[in-house]
């Protein structure tokens, strides 16, 4: 089978290469000078004080969850239904994932539920900006507030994106992925976004081995440092993520207009004040469709067209988390992993791939009838 229209696509340019070519040529290759630039850039773009660049999302969140003193004993509340180093990171640390379900519209955390799942051991809410959807920060801001909790935000699928006009990863401490399939990549990479300077100066040292001064480590650390081969590829593709997340809302905009009243297809939601910048555009298969969602899946790849179940099982029901012991209920995440399935919208997608997605769905819509 020969996927015509690919569900991802990192956009790999001349500036790109002249960047890697630049530091490959410099003869400094690991952590430099184009980290450091990467870093300012990064920040002034989500609007914080500090940015810590990293070897991944998840090496992101776990050195921000380490840099907030959360370990053994700590509960932590996020969303099963996400990609497993949300809940993984807090495993890392020593502490306890809790889980609380989500919001049927845009699949993020449910501020109603994180409240019932409050006890004197929660210090922090790890909600997750999924697909690029923002969460409700700002109950989840105001909760963090009353309680006394940390929020250790998951953007690694947000950058760009905005809640009521602030971009997500500002609020508290931010965690972005670079991975290819990003909408920004760096190779493989990661940032922690925020704006208090002990934080960050801490979330430095745990990427290096807890050390401030070389060979002199006051903590324990990791090396989670990012190259500058792979800053040099962020930095560029930095300058392009706006015009490429502008071209992700075109192409969902035109997707759903195109979707639109073929029955148990349920479009994307945005909501009001929320920019959301399509890491995935992701439909519901609901009863009303004639064919199961795995079916659907199954003929789109058959007619070349790519398409993804992000995420087929919430995390609570992952294997390693069924052995850790957990038997909870997420109804609203369970439902979701049945029916959700995303399709092509990344920036080198163009109309009549559109126009052949909404098509070949048409017709599988009338496969079952
Ligand atoms: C929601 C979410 N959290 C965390 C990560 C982890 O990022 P990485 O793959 O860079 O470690 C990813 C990316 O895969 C993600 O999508």
Redesign the pocket.
């Known amino acids: 089978m020969i996927i015509m229209i690919p569900i991802a696509k990192p956009l790999i340019a001349q500036e790109e290469i002249d960047g890697v070519v630049g530091v490959m040529r410099s003869g400094m290759i690991a952590e430099g000078p184009r980290v450091k630039e990467f870093e300012e850039a990064f920040s002034k773009y989500i609007g914080v004080d500090h940015a810590i660049a990293v070897?991944?999302?998840?090496?992101?969140?776990h050195i921000a969850l380490q840099a907030r003193g959360i370990g053994k004993g700590d509960e932590v509340i996020t969303t099963p239904f996400?990609?497993?180093?949300?809940a993984n990171?807090i495993l890392y640390t020593g502490a306890k994932p809790v889980f609380a379900d989500i919001e049927p519209d845009t699949f993020n955390i449910d501020p109603e539920d994180i409240k019932g799942k409050i006890t004197h051991r929660t210090r922090a809410i790890l909600p997750?900006?999924?697909y690029g959807h923002p969460a409700e920060m700002k109950a989840i801001m105001d909760m963090a507030e009353d309680y006394r909790m940390a929020v250790i935000e998951?953007?690694?699928?947000a950058h760009g994106a905005l809640y009521k006009g602030r971009k997500c990863g500002s609020f508290d401490m931010g965690?972005?992925?670079?991975?290819p399939?990003?909408n920004m990549t760096s190779g493989?990479?990661?940032m922690i976004t925020c704006s208090d300077g002990k934080l960050a100066e801490k979330a430095r040292m745990i990427r290096s081995h807890g050390s401030k001064v070389r060979y002199y480590h006051e903590m324990l650390g990791y090396n989670m440092r990012i190259t500058d081969i792979g800053a040099a590829i962020g930095l560029a593709q930095l300058n392009k993520v706006d015009s490429f997340n502008n071209k992700r809302i075109e192409n969902a905009a035109y997707l759903s207009e195109q979707l639109k009243g073929i029955p148990g297809i349920v479009t994307p939601a945005v909501r009001q004040d929320c920019r959301h910048v399509f890491?995935q555009y992701t439909v519901r298969v609901t009863g009303d469709f004639p064919l199961s969602r795995d079916a659907l899946a199954q003929e789109l790849t058959k007619a070349g067209i790519g398409n993804s179940v992000?995420y087929p099982v919430p995390i609570h029901r992952q294997q390693i988390y069924q052995e850790l012991g957990y038997n909870s209920y997420h109804p609203k995440s369970e439902q979701a992993a049945k029916e959700v399935i995303s399709l092509p919208v990344h920036p080198s997608i163009i109309k009549e791939d559109i126009d052949e997605i909404a098509k070949t769905i048409k017709e599988i819509s009338k496969m079952g009838v």
Do not use: P
């Open positions: 070897n991944s999302g998840t090496a992101a969140l996400s990609f497993i180093a949300t990171s997750v900006d999924l998951d953007a690694c699928q965690c972005f992925s670079f991975y399939t990003k493989e990479g990661g890491h992000f």
